[in-house]
């Protein structure tokens, strides 16, 4: 099993539409989820980050987080097309100083 | 506004040569990583570091060493290029439990 998972896609929504990214994680220990936007050709970027249960909004992001289920997911509402590109979700554990990365979502928002 | 630096966008080497890539960043940050992104892989991290002249091996640390030797700076070196290194090279930072800032990352070829 990997240690993050995700939906590999392509996920594809109309413009205005709400976007929702999935991601699960094996490490029970795990403690700060984040999520990047990579475009294609660049490096990725930081937008999201939860660390507790439960919901965290940000402008047209929200993450989502359920520890017991060991889910996070990142919903995009009123998709636009400059959002589409690879979404990748990042877990780290407790006193851990790495990283681990899912390989990424492909979203394409389709105008 | 720039916050981590690679020191080339594009490199071109030989098989057998010896290759450094530099990054430096500007956030007094304690943790450096550096990953290799290729297509269907994801981010595989190669090596961290979590304190000046401190290093972890990541999940593919075969064929790379890494040197910091102030905290702002974290070089990767390929002892001898091979093809199979042939990759694009991300250089990130972070304040623990912070997420990542990437560097533009270093699109190395090796003929």
């Known amino acids: 099993q990997k240690e993050v998972e995700q939906n590999s896609g392509p996920l594809s929504v109309p413009e205005g539409a709400i976007a929702s990214l999935n991601c699960t994680y094996s490490?029970?220990?795990?403690?700060?989820f984040f999520w990047y936007r990579q475009y294609s050709g660049k490096s990725p970027e930081l937008i999201m980050s939860?660390?507790?249960?439960g919901d965290k909004e940000d402008g047209r992001f929200t993450a989502q987080l359920n520890k017991a289920s060991q889910y996070v997911s990142l919903l995009i509402r009123d998709s636009q097309p400059s959002d589409s590109a690879t979404y990748l979700c990042?877990?780290?554990?407790?006193?851990?100083?790495?990283?681990?990365f899912g390989a990424g979502t492909r979203l394409t928002v389709k105008p | 506004d720039v916050k981590v630096t690679q020191s080339s966008r594009y490199l071109v080497k030989r098989t057998g040569e010896k290759v450094f890539l530099e990054c430096v960043q500007d956030?007094?940050?304690?943790?450096m990583f550096w990953y290799r992104q290729d297509p269907g892989l994801g981010l595989r991290l190669i090596y961290f570091?979590?304190?000046?002249?401190?290093?972890e091996k990541g999940d593919i640390p075969e064929g790379y060493s890494v040197s910091r030797e102030k905290k702002e700076r974290f070089s990767l070196i390929l002892e001898s290029a091979s093809t199979n290194q042939t990759s694009m090279y991300l250089c990130?930072?972070?304040?623990?439990?912070?997420?990542?800032?990437f560097g533009p990352g270093t699109r190395l070829t090796v003929t």
């Open positions: 990130a930072s972070s304040p623990q439990p912070s997420g990542h800032d």
């Open positions: 490490d029970r220990g795990s403690q700060s």
């Open positions: 939860i660390y507790s249960n």
């Open positions: 990042a877990v780290r554990a407790r006193n851990n100083n790495d990283m681990r």
């Open positions: 956030m007094d940050h304690e943790n």
């Open positions: 570091s979590y304190d000046v002249k401190m290093k």
